[in-house]
C-alpha cells in the first residue's frame, strides 16, 4: 500500500480536526473508522434504539455482536458487557463518533479546570493532577472550534468563564418554557443563569439551516442537519482537499514499530476482514477514551513489550467521565412545551470555589423528555408499576423539570483499562477490561450538586423534589470517557507530552479526550476539538518532511 | 483472519437459526411464546400496566413487542422468561390450585406481587420489558397506535418542529 504522511484512526472529535487541519496544509493523510458514515437520513427517531437508550442496540455503533468489552465490579466479579449494556460505557462508532450524535453543549473548561492540583491539593488517594498546558494556550483553539464547527449560545449573563477575544459566533435559540420558568428563580438566589453554548445553528450557517427544535438531539442523529459534528464540518473540507481519504469499517489492529522504536504504520483489518498495512510517516490515535488505550496496549513490539507508551504502566489508567446528579421537580402546572433542543438555561457558578470541596459543576436542563426515560423519574413515593405508577406517569409528565449536570471528577489511579486475558472481539483482537472506580470525593461534590439542583427547584415553585445521584459502585466512563493517556511532562506519570506525543515514540500522537488530565465540570466535546486544533498546529510546526522530528 | 471473521459471522446466523427453532412451538400464532407462556405472560403484564381510561399493556401490544425481541435482540433472555412464566404458573397452583391465566384479578395481583418478592431478577426483566413496549416507539409492536403517548398528552402522531408554531401570528400557540 502507497506510504501517507499520516493515518488518523478515529474519525471524531479529535481525529477529524486533525485530518482537517493536516491534509489543508499539503499532508497526505489516510483517515481511518471502524463504523460507517451514517447522514441526516439515518435519524429514525426510535427512542429504543438510539445512543441514550439503546435498549435494542446502538443506533450509531458498536453493534452488540462481535464487541464485547469486559467489566470488573468492586467484589472483583466478572461481566461480559455489551455496547447496548450500560457497563459498557460506550460512546460511539462512526464518522463524526460521539458528536453525530451528541446533545452538543459546547462548553470551554474553566481556568482553574487545568489547575486543579494546585487550587485545591490532592486528595490522599486521587492522582489529582494539573494539565501542563493551561487555558490560555487553549483559548486561541477554543475560539477556532467554536467558530469553524458552529457554535451558538451567549455568555454574556454570567462572569464566571474564562477570558474570551469573541463572543460565539451565532446567537442562541429564544428561549424555551423551561427556561423562563428557571431564570427568575435562578437569579432570585443570586445566581447568573445563560443560554447554553451549543453546537447547533440557531441562524443558517457554515452552509446548513438552523434548527428545527424537535428536541430529539442527544442520542440522535439531526434529521435537519442542524447540529454540527466533525461529520459535517472539518471531515467533509479533509475530504474536499484532495489529500485525505476516509475508510470507514476498518478496525485497527496494532500501530506497527520498525528496529529504531518509531512507528512505521498501522496493521487494519478493512470492511471485508482483510488485514492491510498502511505505511505512514506519523500516526494519530483518536479513538476516544477506552479504546485508543486498548490500542497503544495491542501495539506490543520488541521494544514495547507492554504496549506503545506503556514502559512506566500509565496507558489506561485515570479513566474518568462524568457522575451525573441533580434533582426533578413536580410542579402543579405544565412546564413541558416540546420545543427543542430542549436543555436551555445552565448556570455556572457552583464550577469551583466551594469551601471543603475540591470542584463542583455545571447545572442545567435536561435535553429530552421521552416517557420511556421518564418512568424511573416520578416522585418517590410512586409505585413502581401497576395503576398508581400509571396514573403518575400521566400526572407528571408535562409538570416536571429535571435540572442536573456533570460532577467534576476526582481521578484514581487505579480506574483504568486493561486488556483482557482471555476475551476476543470478532477480529480476535483482546478486549477492553475495565476495572475500579473514581476518588469517593467526587460523589461529596455530586451529592452537593444535587442540594444545589434541588434548591433551584424548590425556588422555581416545584411542589415536590426528588434528588437523584450517579451508581457509586460504576466507574464513570461511557460518552464522556477521558484520562487514559494522560498529558504531562514527566514520563514516569503521564502518557502524552504537552504536544500530545507520546513520550517513547515521537511519531506518534494521541489527540483525542485520553490526554485529559482531568475533565472539567463540563461536557468534554469543545475541549477535545480545542486539544485537536492545539496539537494539530503544535505537530505542523515540527513537521520536517517524511522525516518527522519534534 | 478472513476465515475466524467468516466463522464468527456464520455461527451467529447458525445460532440464530437454531434459537428460532428452538422456540418454533406448534400451533402459536407467536414467534417465540406458546400459547399458554402468552396468556401467563398477559396476566402479569396486564398487573404492571393494568387497563383505566386507557388499555392495559396487552391490549397495547405489549406481548408483541417482547415476543418480537425474544428472537431478536433479547434472545438472551429466553430461557429467563421460560423459566420465569414456568414459576409462576407454579406458585398460583400451589396457592389458588389454578394457572395463572385463570386466576381472579385479585389472585393475579396477588401472585404478581409474590413474584417480585420472591423472583426479583425475573419481575425486574418483565417490569423493564412492559414499560418499553408500552411507552416505547409503535414501531416494535407496542404503543399501538401511539396509544401512551395520547394519553401523556402528546401529539399522535408527533408534530415536531417548526410546526408547533402559529406562523401567521410568529408565535406559540
Known amino acids: 500500500m502507497k506510504r501517507v504522511n499520516a493515518v488518523v484512526i478515529g474519525a471524531g472529535a479529535g481525529g477529524g480536526i486533525v485530518a482537517k487541519e493536516l491534509s489543508m496544509a499539503g499532508l497526505s493523510v489516510v483517515l481511518l473508522e471502524r463504523g460507517k458514515w451514517y447522514t441526516p437520513y439515518d435519524c429514525r427517531k426510535d427512542d429504543l434504539r438510539n445512543q441514550r437508550t439503546a435498549v435494542l442496540g446502538n443506533a450509531f455503533g458498536p453493534e452488540d455482536h462481535g464487541n464485547p468489552r469486559v467489566w470488573v465490579d468492586p467484589a472483583g466479579a466478572e461481566h461480559i458487557a455489551l455496547p447496548s449494556d450500560g457497563i459498557y460505557q460506550n460512546n460511539a462508532a462512526c464518522v463524526g463518533g460521539g458528536t453525530f450524535s451528541y446533545g452538543a453543549m459546547a462548553w470551554r473548561y474553566l481556568p482553574q479546570d487545568f489547575r486543579m492540583k494546585s487550587t485545591y491539593g490532592r486528595p490522599e488517594g486521587s492522582s489529582l493532577e494539573d494539565w501542563p498546558i493551561g487555558y490560555d494556550d487553549l483559548e486561541p483553539f477554543y475560539e477556532k472550534a467554536e467558530y469553524e464547527i458552529g457554535i451558538s449560545g451567549d455568555y454574556s449573563g454570567t462572569p464566571f468563564h474564562g477570558p474570551r477575544r469573541r463572543p460565539l459566533p451565532m446567537p442562541p435559540l429564544p428561549p424555551n418554557r423551561e427556561f423562563e420558568i428557571l431564570e427568575p428563580a435562578a437569579k432570585r438566589l443570586g445566581l447568573h443563569p445563560f443560554h447554553i453554548p451549543m453546537a447547533r445553528n440557531a441562524v443558517p450557517y457554515n452552509g446548513r439551516g438552523s434548527c428545527m427544535r424537535c428536541r430529539w438531539c442527544v442520542g440522535f442523529a439531526c434529521e435537519v442537519d442542524a447540529k454540527n459534528g466533525s461529520q459535517n464540518t472539518v471531515i467533509p473540507t479533509a475530504l474536499s482537499t484532495g489529500n485525505c481519504e476516509l475508510r470507514t469499517k476498518c478496525m485497527v489492529k496494532e500501530i506497527l514499530t520498525d528496529n529504531g522504536g518509531s512507528a512505521r504504520g498501522v496493521a487494519y483489518f478493512d470492511a471485508d476482514g482483510h488485514l492491510q498495512e498502511q505505511p505512514s510517516d506519523i500516526v494519530v490515535v483518536s479513538a476516544c477514551a477506552i479504546e485508543s488505550a486498548r490500542l497503544l496496549l495491542n501495539s506490543k513490539s520488541r521494544l514495547f513489550p507492554n504496549g506503545m507508551g506503556n514502559r512506566y504502566d500509565q496507558v489506561g489508567r485515570n479513566l474518568q467521565g462524568h457522575h451525573y446528579t441533580g434533582a426533578v421537580g413536580y410542579f402543579d402546572f405544565d412546564t413541558y412545551d416540546d420545543i427543542g433542543p430542549g436543555a436551555s438555561i445552565a448556570v455556572t457558578d457552583y464550577n469551583h470555589g466551594t469551601p471543603g470541596l475540591c470542584g463542583g459543576g455545571l447545572l442545567a436542563n435536561e435535553f429530552i423528555r421521552l416517557p420511556i426515560q421518564m418512568i424511573d423519574r416520578m416522585p418517590s413515593d410512586t409505585p413502581r408499576w401497576g395503576l398508581g405508577h400509571k396514573r403518575a406517569m400521566r400526572d407528571f409528565y408535562k409538570r416536571n423539570i429535571v435540572v442536573m449536570g456533570p460532577t467534576q471528577q476526582i481521578p484514581a489511579a487505579d480506574a483504568r483499562v486493561t486488556l483482557d486475558s482471555t476475551v476476543r472481539d470478532k477480529w480476535g483482537l483482546p478486549v477492553a477490561r475495565i476495572s475500579g472506580n473514581v476518588h469517593p470525593h467526587t460523589f461529596e461534590i455530586g451529592k452537593k450538586q444535587a442540594d444545589r439542583a434541588a434548591a433551584w427547584l424548590k425556588e422555581t415553585g416545584a411542589v415536590s423534589i426528588s434528588r437523584f445521584a450517579g451508581k457509586g459502585v460504576l466507574v464513570s466512563a461511557g460518552q464522556h470517557q477521558a484520562g487514559t493517556c494522560r498529558m504531562g511532562d514527566d514520563p514516569r506519570s503521564s502518557v502524552v507530552n504537552k504536544q500530545c506525543q507520546i513520550h517513547d515514540v515521537d511519531n506518534v500522537f494521541v489527540i483525542d479526550s485520553s490526554v485529559h488530565v482531568t475533565n472539567g465540570g463540563f461536557n468534554p466535546a469543545l475541549t477535545i476539538m480545542a486539544i485537536a486544533y492545539y496539537a494539530s498546529e503544535a505537530l505542523l510546526r515540527n513537521w520536517k518532511g517524511t522525516q518527522f522530528r519534534s | ?173
Open chain 2, 1 to 173: 483472519m478472513l476465515t475466524r471473521r467468516r466463522f464468527v459471522t456464520a455461527s451467529a446466523i447458525a445460532g440464530a437459526g437454531l434459537a428460532a427453532g428452538c422456540a418454533a412451538r406448534k400451533n402459536s400464532a407467536w414467534e417465540f411464546l406458546s400459547e399458554k407462556d402468552a396468556r401467563t405472560l398477559t396476566a402479569i403484564c396486564d398487573q404492571i400496566i393494568p387497563a383505566d381510561d386507557f388499555p392495559s399493556a396487552s391490549q397495547a401490544g405489549v406481548l408483541t413487542y417482547v415476543d418480537r425481541q425474544l428472537v431478536r435482540h433479547f434472545q438472551r433472555f429466553q430461557k429467563a422468561y421460560i423459566k420465569g412464566l414456568n414459576h409462576a404458573n407454579l406458585l398460583s397452583r400451589k396457592r389458588f390450585s389454578l394457572d395463572l391465566a385463570e386466576a381472579t384479578p385479585q389472585q393475579k395481583l396477588q401472585i404478581v406481587s409474590a413474584i417480585e418478592q420472591q423472583n426479583p431478577e425475573f419481575f425486574e426483566l418483565v417490569r423493564s420489558h412492559t414499560l418499553q413496549g408500552y411507552y416505547g416507539s409503535p414501531r416494535h409492536g407496542g404503543n399501538r397506535e401511539g396509544v401512551s403517548w395520547r394519553m401523556l398528552g402528546l401529539s399522535e402522531p408527533p408534530i415536531r418542529g417548526s410546526a408547533q408554531y402559529d406562523l401567521a401570528s410568529g408565535s406559540r400557540p
